[in-house]
C-alpha cells in the first residue's frame, strides 16, 4: 500500500466515522427518512459538518455546507464524507447534488448507497458528470447498518417489524391468572423504552390490550418520539372498551384500531368519533399483508410488535416478522395455562422452525436481552 493510499484509508476512517456518529444523533427522529451525517474537509481537519435533523428539514449535506461558512470556512475545493448517496432529486427539499455542485465540493466519499433501485447510483453519476471526484467509503457495511427500518421499507413498500417480548426463563410472559408485572426487571424495562425510541409503531393485539390496557406510549423524556410514536390494536371485531388508555389518553390521535368487514356498524362509528379506524377487506381472520402495506404506504417504515403470545405467533410463524428482541428474567414460572410468548398452532417438524442469525446478547442486570434476525425461509 503506498503512502496516499494509507494516508486515504486513515482519513476514511476518521471522517467517516466521524459521519456515522454525527448520524447516530437522529436516531428514531427522521423517520420515513434515513439518518445521516456528514463531514466537510480540507487539509486533513474538518471545517464543516452535519446530520439529518428531521424529515422537512435539510439534509445532513447541506447541514455540513452551512455549518462550514458558519465557522468563517469555504466549502470549495474541500472533501465530503457523507454516510449515504446524495439525494439526486426534488422532495421536501432540494436535491442534495445540486447543492454540493453549487458550493464547489471537489470530492464526495460515500458511506452507503442508495437502497432505492429507482435511485441507486444516480447522484454519483450526476456528480460524476460534473468533474466531482467520487469513491466509497471503506466503512460502508457500518454506513448501511444506519438505517436497517428504511432500507426495507424503501425497496419492499412495508415497515420493518420486529417482535418484542419479556418473559420467564420458561418463555411465560404472564402466570395463568394473567399477572405479567413485571417479570422483567428496571434495565431491561428501560431498553424496552429505547426499542419505542427507535421505532415508528407499537402493535398489539386486542388480547393484551383488554387484559393489561396498556398506554403504549414512550415513558421518557422525549417530546419528538411521544408526538410521532404511532399505536396499532388488532381488533377484527371491534371489542375493545371505549375507555381503554389508547382511546381516551391525549395522544389518541396517533391510536389506529384494525377491524374487518364484519365488525359491528355502530362498534365502528363508536371508535372513528375517538380514533383512526382501519377496516381490513377481510370478513374473518385480519390480512397481515394488507396491514403491513397500509402501514407502507403511510410512511411507517419500523413496526414493533408487543404482543401478546396470539400476535407474536401470527407474524413470526407467517413470515411477517424480520427481527426479534426477547428478554429473559431469572424466573421459572410455568403452568398450562400460563400465558406463551410465541402461541399460536406451533411448527410441527423440527425441520420447519424459524431458524434466527445475527444473535446477539446482552446482560441488562441480571434479565438477558437476546436479539436476533430472522432467516427468511
Same mark, same amino acid.
Given at each position: 500500500m503506498n503512502i496516499l493510499a494509507k494516508s486515504q484509508k486513515?482519513?476514511?476512517?476518521?471522517?467517516? !466515522?466521524?459521519?456515522?456518529?454525527?448520524?447516530?444523533r437522529s436516531l428514531g427522529g427522521t423517520s420515513p427518512n434515513p439518518i445521516v451525517g456528514a463531514v466537510l474537509v480540507r487539509a486533513r481537519k474538518i471545517i464543516g459538518e452535519g446530520w439529518h435533523r428531521g424529515a422537512g428539514l435539510p439534509h445532513a449535506e447541506v447541514e455540513a455546507i452551512q455549518n462550514c461558512v458558519s465557522r468563517g470556512n469555504k466549502p470549495r475545493g474541500a472533501i465530503l464524507y457523507v454516510t449515504l448517496e446524495p439525494c439526486s432529486t426534488q422532495g421536501r427539499t432540494p436535491a442534495c447534488t445540486k447543492a454540493i455542485l453549487h458550493a464547489g465540493i471537489k470530492t464526495v466519499v460515500v458511506g452507503a448507497i442508495d437502497?432505492?433501485?429507482?435511485?441507486?447510483?444516480?447522484?454519483?453519476?450526476?456528480?460524476?458528470?460534473? !468533474?466531482?471526484?467520487?469513491?466509497r467509503s471503506s466503512l460502508e457495511a457500518k454506513a448501511t447498518a444506519l438505517n436497517p427500518a428504511f432500507n426495507h421499507w424503501i425497496v419492499t413498500g412495508r415497515p420493518l417489524v420486529t417482535v418484542k417480548a419479556a418473559m420467564s426463563l420458561d418463555g411465560k410472559i404472564a402466570t395463568s391468572t394473567g399477572e405479567s408485572?413485571?417479570?422483567?426487571?428496571?434495565?431491561?424495562?428501560?431498553?424496552?423504552?429505547?426499542?419505542?425510541?427507535?421505532?415508528?409503531?407499537?402493535?398489539?393485539?386486542?388480547?393484551?390490550?383488554?387484559?393489561?390496557?396498556?398506554?403504549?406510549?414512550?415513558r421518557a423524556k422525549d417530546p419528538v418520539t411521544q408526538q410521532r410514536l404511532r399505536r396499532f390494536v388488532l381488533d377484527p371485531t371491534a371489542r375493545i372498551p371505549i375507555q381503554s388508555k389508547v382511546i381516551v389518553d391525549d395522544p389518541h390521535g396517533l391510536t389506529t384500531i384494525v377491524v374487518n368487514q364484519s365488525a359491528a356498524a355502530n362498534r365502528v362509528r363508536a371508535l372513528q368519533n375517538k380514533v383512526n379506524v382501519w377496516v381490513c377487506p377481510t370478513k374473518t381472520k385480519l390480512d397481515l399483508d394488507w396491514v403491513l402495506a397500509e402501514m407502507g404506504r403511510n410512511n411507517i417504515t419500523a413496526l414493533l410488535v408487543e404482543g401478546g403470545g396470539e400476535t407474536n405467533a401470527e407474524f413470526l410463524l407467517n413470515g411477517y416478522a424480520q427481527r426479534i428482541v426477547f428478554f429473559y428474567a431469572p424466573l421459572i414460572i410455568g403452568g398450562r395455562e400460563a400465558k406463551k410468548s410465541v402461541a399460536g398452532l406451533g411448527i410441527q417438524r423440527i425441520k420447519d422452525a424459524i431458524p434466527l442469525t445475527d444473535l446477539r446478547m446482552r446482560w441488562l442486570g441480571v434479565d438477558l436481552m437476546l436479539s436476533a434476525r430472522v432467516e427468511t425461509r
Open positions: 486513515v482519513d476514511d476512517t476518521t471522517f467517516m !466515522g466521524r459521519a456515522i456518529t454525527l448520524a447516530r437502497p432505492n433501485p429507482k435511485h441507486a447510483g444516480r447522484g454519483l453519476d450526476l456528480l460524476i458528470a460534473a !468533474g466531482v471526484q467520487v469513491r408485572k413485571w417479570i422483567t426487571g428496571e434495565k431491561a424495562r428501560l431498553e424496552g423504552m429505547n426499542l419505542r425510541r427507535k421505532t415508528d409503531a407499537i402493535l398489539v393485539g386486542v388480547n393484551t390490550l383488554v387484559a393489561d390496557d396498556p398506554s403504549l406510549t414512550f
